[in-house]
C-alpha cells in the first residue's frame, strides 16, 4: 500500500512539473493567468519563471563584477588579498547545477542599475565577506554576442559563447566605513553614468568602447 502511494505521488509531481514546463512558456495566456498562480510560485521557486530560461542556459548579456581590496595604508606592503582581483557572482565549476549562479546574474543587473542600488546592495555585501578590507574597488564586466555576421563559429567551437566579447566600465571605489559607505563615482556626464543597465541589450559595442577609454 505504501509504495501504491508513493507511485502516484510521484506521478503528480511529474505532471505537475510537465504542467509548469507547457504552461509557463506562455504565462500571460487567458489559461494561464486562471490556473497558473501555483505553477508560477513553483517556477519561481526553482528559477524556471521565465519561458527564455527553457532554451538558453545563461543570459543573453552577461553582466558580472570584479573587485580589489584596500587592506594596507598608504606605503605599507600590498597583502595577498590586495593582490588578487575576485570575481562576483563566482562561476561554479558544476556545470549542471547553476540555478544559484544564475540567480546572482540576475540580481548582478539590478544591483548595477544605478550607483546607488550598488552602493545599498553589493557593497555592504563584500565589505562583511571581506571583513579586512578597508575599501573596494569594483568594476562591471559585460560579456556580449557578436554579430549575425561576425558570429561564424569555427568548427572547434561548441556554442556562440566561446565568442563573446568582454568589456569593462570604470572602476568605482567604496569605504567600508559602516558609517561612511559613500562612494566615489563618475561625474554625471561620463560614458560610465550613461548608460540603463536595466537593459543592456540596448548597449552598442562603440559605446562601451568610448567608457572603456
Given amino acids: 500500500m505504501p509504495k501504491d502511494w508513493l507511485k502516484k505521488i510521484a ?8 504542467g509548469t514546463i507547457i504552461l ?44 580589489e581590496l584596500e587592506v594596507s595604508d598608504y606605503g605599507e606592503p600590498l ?9 562576483w557572482p ?4 558544476d556545470r549542471f547545477y547553476r540555478l544559484d549562479y544564475l540567480r546572482s546574474i540576475y540580481h548582478s543587473r539590478s ?13 555592504p555585501f563584500l565589505c562583511k565577506k571581506h571583513p579586512e578590507a578597508k575599501r573596494i574597488s569594483v568594476r562591471s564586466v559585460i560579456k556580449t554576442h557578436p554579430l549575425l555576421e561576425q558570429a ?24 567600508c566605513n559602516p558609517e561612511s559607505f559613500q562612494p566615489h563615482v563618475e561625474p554625471e556626464d561620463s560614458p560610465a553614468r550613461a548608460f540603463d543597465l536595466d537593459n543592456m541589450d540596448s548597449i552598442s559595442e562603440d559605446d562601451l568602447e568610448q567608457s572603456a577609454e
Fill in 152 to 175: 561564424e563559429i569555427e568548427p572547434t567551437s561548441e556554442t556562440v559563447k566561446f565568442l563573446r566579447t568582454r568589456k569593462e566600465l570604470p572602476a568605482t571605489a567604496f569605504s
Fill in 24 to 67: 509557463m512558456p506562455n504565462f500571460v495566456s487567458t489559461y494561464g493567468r486562471i490556473v497558473g498562480q501555483p505553477f508560477l510560485v513553483y517556477a519561481s521557486t526553482f528559477g524556471i519563471a521565465m519561458p527564455w530560461m527553457f532554451f538558453s542556459p545563461d543570459p543573453s548579456v552577461i553582466l558580472y563584477f570584479e573587485y
Fill in 90 to 93: 563566482v562561476e561554479p565549476p
Fill in 111 to 123: 544591483s548595477t542599475s544605478s550607483p546607488e542600488r550598488l552602493e545599498k546592495l553589493l557593497i
Fill in 11 to 18: 506521478s503528480l509531481l511529474i505532471l505537475f512539473h510537465l
Fill in 79 to 87: 597583502t595577498e588579498s590586495e593582490q588578487k582581483t575576485y570575481q
